[in-house]
C-alpha cells in the first residue's frame, strides 16, 4: 500500500483526532477509470480540518496523494483496511478507528 503523508499522520499514535475521535476519514472516487481512496480530514496550520467531498477529491488530485484501491476490492473494503492498519498503530492509545468510508 503506498504510504502518503495523511496515512502516516494518520497511523502516528501522537497525532492530534477530531472531536469525534477520528485522525482520517476517506472518500472513494474514479480517475481516469481507476478507483481511489483520499482522505476527507487534512491536518492544516490550525489543526485538523474536514472537507467536503469536492475538496477532498480536489486536493487530493492537487497533491497527488490519493492511494489507488487495489484491484478486487471495492473502496469501502479498502477504507476498511486502511482504518484496520490505522487501529493497529494507534493500539496503544487506546483509541479505535472508527468507519472511515464516504461515497461521492
Known amino acids: 500500500?503506498?504510504?502518503?503523508?495523511?496515512?502516516?499522520?494518520?497511523?502516528?499514535?501522537?497525532?492530534?483526532?477530531?472531536?469525534?475521535?477520528?485522525t482520517v476519514r476517506t472518500i472513494h472516487f474514479?480517475?481516469?477509470?481507476?478507483?481511489?481512496?483520499?482522505?476527507?480530514?487534512?491536518?492544516?496550520?490550525?489543526?485538523?480540518?474536514?472537507l467536503s467531498d469536492s475538496e477532498a477529491i480536489a486536493e487530493a488530485i492537487r497533491r497527488?496523494?490519493?492511494?489507488?484501491?487495489?484491484?478486487?476490492?471495492?473502496?469501502?473494503?479498502?477504507?476498511?483496511l486502511i482504518s484496520d492498519q490505522i487501529n493497529s498503530s494507534r493500539k496503544h492509545r487506546g483509541r479505535k478507528a472508527n468507519g472511515s468510508s464516504e461515497t461521492r
Open 64 to 80: 497527488g496523494d490519493a492511494i489507488p484501491v487495489p484491484e478486487g476490492m471495492t473502496g469501502p473494503e479498502f477504507s476498511k
Open 30 to 50: 474514479d480517475i481516469d477509470g481507476k478507483l481511489h481512496v483520499a482522505p476527507t480530514i487534512r491536518r492544516e496550520k490550525e489543526g485538523l480540518s474536514r
Open 1 to 22: 500500500m503506498a504510504d502518503p503523508t495523511w496515512l502516516r499522520r494518520a497511523m502516528n499514535p501522537d497525532t492530534p483526532t477530531t472531536y469525534a475521535n477520528e
